[in-house]
C-alpha cells in the first residue's frame, strides 16, 4: 500500500487558519477532491470536522484522545498503526494523510510520496506543514498551475 501525504502549502509552510484556507483557490481544492475521491483517507478529528463533506470514499479519522468517537462515516485509529491496519483491512492500494499538521507530522515517517500544492505567496496561519529532510525525498515533478505549483516528493530512503 502507498502512503501519499497530499496537501497545500503556502510558502511560508502554513496549510490552514482556524477551520479555512487563507487563500481562494478553488480550482485546487477540485483537483485535490478529485485524486482522493474513490480512495480511502486519513485525518484528524478535528480536519474532518470542518467538512460538510467530507474527501475520500472512506475516512479514517485519527484521534488518540477521543477513543469513543464515532461518525456514521468514517472509521477511528487511535495510531498511526491502527490507521494502516484498517486501510490493510480494506484492502487500500493507497491511503492519503489529508492533515491536519499533527497527522501530516505523524505520517511523514511511514510516507512514500507527497503531493504538495505551493500556493504563491504568504499567508497568515496557525497550522503549518511539517519541515521535511530534503536529502530523504527526490522532487520527482513540478507543474506550474494557477496560483500554486504542484510537486510530487517521492522517498528516496
Do not use: C, K
Amino acid at each position: 500500500m502507498e502512503v501519499v501525504s497530499v496537501a497545500a502549502v503556502s510558502e511560508n509552510g502554513v496549510i490552514g487558519e482556524g477551520n479555512t484556507l487563507p487563500w481562494d483557490l478553488p480550482h485546487e481544492s477540485q483537483r485535490y477532491r478529485e485524486r482522493v475521491a474513490d480512495d480511502l483517507v486519513v485525518i484528524g478529528r478535528r480536519t474532518y470536522e470542518m467538512f460538510d463533506d467530507p474527501p475520500g470514499r472512506v475516512q479514517i479519522v485519527l484521534s488518540r484522545s477521543d477513543r469513543d468517537w464515532d461518525a456514521p462515516t468514517a472509521r477511528h485509529a487511535g495510531s498511526v498503526a491502527d490507521a494502516l491496519a484498517v486501510a490493510r483491512d480494506l484492502d487500500a492500494d493507497t491511503l492519503y494523510v489529508l492533515g491536519g499538521s499533527a497527522i501530516y507530522e505523524l505520517f511523514l515517517d511511514v510516507a512514500d510520496r507527497q503531493l504538495l500544492s505551493r500556493v504563491h505567496g504568504e499567508y497568515d496561519g496557525d497550522a503549518y506543514y511539517p519541515e521535511f529532510d530534503h536529502d530523504s525525498w527526490r522532487l520527482d515533478s513540478e507543474t506550474e498551475r494557477d496560483g500554486y505549483t504542484l510537486e510530487d516528493w517521492v522517498r528516496v530512503d
